[in-house]
């Protein structure tokens, strides 16, 4: 089963609560608190319902690609009809900051690396002033980062017939 949990991680109550009274003119933790989950949610149910489009035999394919897979040589061996399973994989594994695949599939120690990297190319007064206008822009980004990857990943098969997972390379 694919974890990609709808529920933030990690959070602390007692602190949480403490920060939404804390009112100034820049955005307070708790806000970007919540800016960070939702986004992380979006991305994680975007990655699911992509997920669930993959044929069985896309995802059978990828849970043996991962347990094959060297982290010290990070190449996959892709056969034409599994690119769009590929292109799932890398862009997964950019969005959840994963250098290995098999972390996909192991509870999150933090929140997923590329939407933080995403976030945090926003301002704090756009992420406060702006936070729905950020949801939707991360949902098209998210598409356009799978189509990216699916380009890269038919690049990558035509010339060598290998997929280098390397989630770096869909910055």
Not at 134 to 161: D, F, H, N, P, Y
């Amino acid at each position: 089963m694919l974890w990609l949990p709808i529920q933030p991680i990690g959070r602390q109550q007692g602190r949480a609560v403490a920060l939404r009274g804390m009112r100034s003119g820049a955005m307070t933790k708790a806000e970007s608190y919540d800016l960070l989950r939702d986004c992380e949610r979006l991305t994680r149910l975007l990655l699911r319902r992509s997920w669930a489009s993959l044929p069985q035999r896309d995802r059978r394919w990828i849970r043996s690609a991962t347990r094959v897979f060297d982290p010290d040589m990070p190449i996959i061996t892709v056969a034409p009809a599994q690119t769009n399973a590929a292109a799932w994989l890398f862009a997964a594994m950019h969005w959840c900051g994963c250098r290995h695949p098999e972390a996909l599939w192991c509870k999150p120690l933090h929140p997923p690396t590329g939407v933080v990297r995403w976030l945090s190319g926003f301002d704090v007064v756009e992420q406060k002033d702006h936070p729905h206008d950020i949801m939707t822009t991360l949902a098209e980004r998210v598409g356009r980062v799978e189509q990216q990857s699916r380009k890269l990943v038919r690049a990558m098969r035509a010339r060598k017939r290998v997929v280098a997972l390397l989630p770096e390379l869909l910055l």
